[in-house]
């Protein structure tokens, strides 16, 4: 069986009229006119009329198989194409059952419960496959501003002996006879590793065992993270603030096809980004009428009501030490308050981050403060004697960045094998 093709679709025009070619691909649509029939081909790159004639077809052929097919490119009366591929000789490489699961043109529209359990199909929907295009970009985008701001990226280890954030939310499970844990998030490793690396970040899988059932809770989910030594946290918001702005731009730039599949009209977004202290936001709060008392956390429907007179990206920093985990550093002036930050896209939270504790006594006091099991958290506390930084760090969702470039409310769509307390398959 011959494998090769000699272009994708997406590298063919008119200019090669008369050229002899061979693509492959899924059969997207399949009309038969008396002694011709059309089909439309895709593959990941585009779509191509075909045109078969005087040549046996099965007569049960069905759309999304694959084939390949050798012909020559001429022009078309097609009005949605530039030109047709007039066939040779078509191999049916795979037959696609029929009916399949979903509508994978999405003509009939499926519940996303089905979508998901026929994920890859549901791919072959140019809506969905635009999505993983994009998310492929901001990943290649992230990388190349981290690394040009000299951060080394770094993989932690996601079976762990203790949790790293401290509280519950851990899933456990059994390591050779002992207890492990699956990581919450990189915290304890991206901050020692600022010891020898100075700046790090990591883009992985990290896990929550919360049974939230919202848009933009997910049991595994993709944490970018961040850790630089000699940096306060109003300079790690300043990386986090440049790049959400590049990521912007360079999908604004080379995502265009997607977003006009997607009917996103994305904006790169205005700089600077507000920055407002928790206590502004509780005076705001307490302007439209509801009163916070300070170390109150704020629930969705204080943080939506902060989001609108905020529109777009926030930052909502100096939050009491009281909502933070303990190794967030207090501010000078005042050990009430913390050196820590929130971004928020409206009543979404994208990241938190702050400055940390870089003094092993005062980590090891914090620890103790907070009725942390200091036994877990040894090895972690011998780090911080061997020349530990002062230091700043953040953690940002990737799929909830995804949900605000691409303008779906639900990180189940941004991720292709969700998992949440419902769902394990596939
Ligand atoms: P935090 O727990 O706030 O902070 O997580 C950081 C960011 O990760 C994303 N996130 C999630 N996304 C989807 N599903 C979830 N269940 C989920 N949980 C978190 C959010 C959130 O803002 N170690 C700190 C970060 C730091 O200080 O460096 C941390 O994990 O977008």
Not at 312 to 328: E, R
Not at 409 to 420: A, S
């Amino acid at each position: 069986m011959r494998l090769k093709k000699t272009h994708d679709i997406g590298q063919l025009s008119l200019d090669a009229k008369d050229h002899q070619v061979v693509i492959g691909g899924w059969i997207e649509d399949l009309r038969k006119l008396g002694k011709i029939t059309f089909l439309t081909v895709r593959d990941v790159t585009g779509l191509a009329q075909v045109i078969v004639k005087d040549i046996p077809l099965p007569e049960d052929l069905t759309r999304q198989s694959v084939v390949l097919v050798n012909g020559i490119i001429q022009s078309t009366k097609a009005r949605d194409f530039a030109f047709e591929i007039k066939t040779d000789s078509i191999e049916i490489i795979t037959k696609a059952k029929h009916p399949l699961p979903i509508d994978p043109i999405g003509r009939l529209e499926s519940n996303i419960d089905n979508r998901l359990n026929a994920r890859a199909l549901d791919l072959r929907n140019q809506r969905v496959a635009a999505i993983f295009k994009i998310r492929h970009r901001v990943l290649e985008s992230l990388r190349k501003t981290l690394s040009e701001k000299k951060f080394i990226e770094i993989t932690t280890p996601k079976i762990i002996g203790s949790a790293s954030e401290g509280g519950a939310n851990l899933f456990s499970l059994e390591y050779f006879g002992k207890k492990a844990y699956l990581a919450q998030s990189p915290q304890l490793y991206k901050e020692q590793l600022t010891i020898g690396l100075e700046r790090v970040f990591e883009i992985a899988s990290f896990y929550r065992a919360e049974k939230s059932h919202t848009g933009r809770h997910l049991s595994e989910f993709t944490s970018i993270d961040i850790e630089a030594a000699f940096m306060d946290y109003t300079d790690v918001m300043e990386v986090l603030e440049e790049l959400v702005v590049s990521v912007f731009r360079d999908v604004v730039q080379n995502c265009k096809d997607e977003l006009k599949i997607l009917e996103r009209d994305l904006a790169v977004p205005k700089q600077p980004f507000a920055r407002i202290t928790y206590s502004r936001a509780l005076d705001e709060l307490a302007k439209s009428g509801t009163v916070l008392r300070f170390g109150d956390d704020l629930l969705d429907s204080h943080l939506k009501a902060i989001g609108s007179n905020h529109p777009g990206f926030f930052f909502l920093m100096d939050w009491p030490m009281s909502l933070k985990p303990f190794y967030i550093h207090e501010k000078d002036e005042d050990s009430k308050v913390s050196r820590s930050f929130d971004l928020q896209f409206g009543y979404l939270e994208l990241s938190s981050g702050g400055r940390r504790l870089h003094d092993p006594a005062k980590l090891r006091a914090r620890l103790e403060e907070q009725g942390l099991n200091l036994s877990s958290f040894e090895d972690h506390l011998r780090s911080f004697e061997w020349g530990m930084p002062p230091h700043s760090g953040w953690g940002m969702g990737l799929e909830r960045l995804m949900t605000v470039i691409v303008g779906i409310d639900n990180v189940r769509e941004v991720v292709l094998y969700p998992r949440d307390p419902e769902r394990l398959f596939p």
